[in-house]
């Protein structure tokens, strides 16, 4: 892995585990789509009671992280991949 992607990986590991550890309750309340779509850094339902979570500065550090992560993993890997996949 790449150095820049591994600290990007650590760091959204850790805004995760941040989430968690500070909205014990919050995180409880959540569906399992719900929570599983913060910690992947996409926004929750409107209406689940974890949307709150989307306003914190950490949350949206940790969903850019993410976001820059994937753009990289496309640029470098998938659409050669993809590229690839047409030929064959």
Do not use: N, Y
């Amino acid at each position: 892995m790449h150095t820049p992607l591994r600290f990007v990986a650590l760091a959204a590991l850790f805004a995760s585990f941040l989430i968690c550890a500070v909205l014990p309750g919050t995180a409880a309340d959540g569906s399992a789509d719900d929570i599983a779509r913060i910690l992947a850094g996409i926004e929750p339902r409107v209406d689940s009671p974890l949307a709150g979570l989307t306003l914190d500065s950490d949350w949206r550090l940790h969903a850019s992280s993410l976001d820059a992560a994937w753009k990289s993993l496309e640029a470098r890997q998938l659409s050669k991949i993809r590229v690839w996949s047409r030929r064959t």
